[in-house]
């Protein structure tokens, strides 16, 4: 099943696999939030789509 992030500053994605997820959310956090993000963290925000 795809899930989806919706990140407070208004970007989104969306991945059929966690490892996709995880890897997109890392890289936007790190280049737009300066924030590192966990693999945990990612996934708990991540909702079923
Ligand atoms: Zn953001």
Do not use: Y
């Amino acid at each position: 099943m795809a899930k989806v992030i919706n990140c407070p500053c208004g970007w989104t994605t969306r991945s059929d696999t966690d490892d996709e997820l995880v890897k997109q959310v890392q890289q936007h956090a790190k280049e737009v939030h300066d924030q590192e993000t966990t693999r945990e963290e990612v996934l708990g925000m991540a909702k079923p789509e």
